[in-house]
């Protein structure tokens, strides 16, 4: 039988007649009909012909790959008749049609096959050549058509270099008729990438609801303090434990600073590009979502409970692992290596980014990248087997619209009930600001009062911003004769609004406080100054009432 002469740009092997159908021949219909090699070879490897009975050749752009056959079947005697350093020089002189993938030439492999009953790895193996670094590479193979087994001097035994599909071709039942007819796969059409852009408009978006409301001034580089990322949605385990399961999506929608934003935007559109064009958009989407729950469980499962997780990272590892599987769906083979190898280099700086923060620095969340990257290979593993070659899309669609459905609404209740429980974060964040700034309770003075006027100005000292060592100083200095001083210490104290409503919400703190200075200001006969230092505390009694502290001192309307 006849096969077409393989196609080149820089060279076309020569055509070859292929004998009566052997198993030799049935293998090398095979190869050319499912993996893109035919019959013959270049000018530069002539001499292979005679010494072969058969010789395939796939040259793609990329590599290059040459196939010598042996048919022990129609002669058992039969051996290849050129040696190691012949195949070496041959495939030093077919370098030249290796492609590129970067700035790395890829070298020319050359295997040869001993195919038949009783096949022998070992009268071959003397042809092997592999060496590191080397522009040519010879695997020798033994085909046992008795036995249905390959095994060959190829590394990992072959597993990545098509033994499993020699040995199914071996066991299979032979293919007849239409059976060689293979559908062209159909491409998937043209689509802009709305939802990748969409996506990343949305992580802009929060980061800059991230600079709005944060709890505490940001850092360098816009970085939002813990507090922020814990109020805002970050992983927090405590905080799932008690029910906050929508904490497992919003972390992925937070970023840790501007750079942690910039880096996932490049890797999340380079991924969602190739995947909203050859998956689709609901797809796309709601691998988005798979992923970053997978990320999110297992960093909820493997993180420290003080960590607070936060990134797209887990999501954008679950794209770029699935991007990656689905290039395989793509017939030409150069155009799938360069897609491979852009993807893959975009797997080392989706590392870098702060995807985790930890006390006063952050490092990156392991655990959240490779539990994206699992649920995202996984997924696009599956849809790769069950996606036939007509079809332009995988499968399942309405299962992928009802997930990425699923995971929006989930993201816009989290987002709901963060709002709802923001103000609440916030004054927790309040309160553990002024713990550092507040007397232990062990140091306030027991109501004696010459111990209070003893221990007032030590008390000012190491927490002047307690509004109750104010006011035992401003005792302190009264009995001292010093009013100003003392007026001074009483304004100060009342000058700390955010500590007094927050720290002394009852109000008695603020209206001693002002009971206080006005009654100082009575003594200097200063009542219009008395009258407004007492007036916010006025209507703080019991139903409005004038409390009991400002009665006797009539400033109060």
């Known amino acids: 039988m006849s096969f077409e002469t393989a196609a080149s740009d820089a060279a076309a092997p020569a055509a070859v007649e292929l004998a009566a159908e052997s198993t030799a021949v049935y293998l090398a219909r095979r190869m050319c009909a499912d993996r893109g090699f035919a019959p013959g070879t270049f000018p530069e490897a002539q001499a292979l012909l005679p010494a072969a009975d058969l010789v395939l050749t796939k040259a793609n752009g990329v590599g290059v790959e040459i196939v010598c056959i042996l048919d022990r079947d129609a002669d058992p005697a039969r051996q290849l008749g050129v040696d190691r350093d012949a195949l070496i020089a041959i495939g030093e002189a077919c370098a030249p049609h290796a492609g590129k993938v970067g700035s790395t030439k890829m070298p020319v492999a050359i295997h040869v096959w001993e195919v038949g009953r009783g096949a022998d790895l070992d009268r071959v193996r003397a042809l092997a050549a592999r060496r590191l670094g080397s ?5 020798a193979w033994a085909l046992d058509t008795a036995s249905g087994s390959v095994t060959t001097t190829a590394a990992l035994k072959g597993r990545f270099m098509g033994r499993p599909y020699l040995e199914r071709a071996l066991r299979e039942p032979r293919r007849t008729g239409d059976a060689w007819e293979r559908p062209e796969p159909a491409l998937p059409p043209e689509r802009r990438p709305i939802v990748t852009g969409g996506l990343i408009a949305v992580l802009v978006a929060c980061f800059v609801l991230e ?20 109020a805002l949605g970050g992983l927090f385990r405590p905080a799932i434990d008690d029910g906050e399961w929508y904490r497992l999506l919003t972390a992925a929608f937070l970023h840790g600073d501007l750079v942690h934003l ?3 935007g490049i890797a999340l559109a380079m991924a969602g590009v190739v995947l909203e064009g050859l998956f689709g958009r609901a797809w796309l989407l709601a691998l988005f979502f798979l992923g970053a729950l997978g990320g ?12 607070i997780s936060v990134g797209a990272s887990g999501a954008i590892m679950g794209l770029l692992a699935a991007a990656l599987v689905s290039t395989f769906r793509l017939p030409d083979e150069g155009q799938r290596v360069d897609m491979q190898m852009a993807l893959a280099r975009i797997l080392i700086p989706s590392l870098i980014p702060l995807a985790m923060h930890r006390g006063e620095g952050g490092s990156i969340d392991y655990a959240a990248h490779v539990g994206g990257a699992l649920v995202g290979g996984v997924v696009g593993v599956l849809l790769l087997r069950t996606w036939r070659l007509t079809d332009p899309v995988p499968r399942f669609r309405a299962a992928a619209a009802l997930v990425a459905l699923a995971g929006t609404g989930a993201a816009i209740a989290g987002a709901v009930l963060i709002a709802r429980d923001y103000h609440g974060y916030v004054e927790s964040s309040v309160v553990a600001s002024y713990q550092d700034v507040l007397m232990p309770d062990e140091s306030i003075p027991d109501g004696d009062h010459d111990d209070l006027i003893q221990r007032a100005e030590t008390l000012v000292a190491q927490f002047p911003r307690d509004p109750r ?10 009995r001292k004769g010093d009013l100003a001083g003392a007026e001074r210490a009483l304004r100060t104290g009342l000058a700390e609004r955010d500590l007094l409503a927050t720290m002394f919400s009852s109000g008695a703190l603020e209206t001693g406080l002002r009971a206080s200075l006005a009654e100082l200001l009575l003594h200097q006969d200063r009542r219009p100054e008395a009258v407004e230092a007492a007036a916010p505390s006025c209507n703080s009694g019991p139903g409005g009432t004038v409390p009991e502290a400002l009665q006797s001192l009539n400033v109060c309307p």
Request: aromatic content about 8%.
């Open 135 to 139: 522009r040519v590479m010879v695997h």
């Open 211 to 230: 600079q709005v409301f944060a709890v505490r001034p940001a850092g360098e580089l816009l970085a939002p303090d813990l507090w922020t990322l814990h």
């Open 262 to 264: 910039l880096l996932n």
């Open 296 to 307: 999110a469980a297992l960093s909820y499962l493997l993180n420290d409970a003080n960590v």
């Open 469 to 478: 060592a104010q006011l035992f100083n401003a005792v302190r200095l009264e």
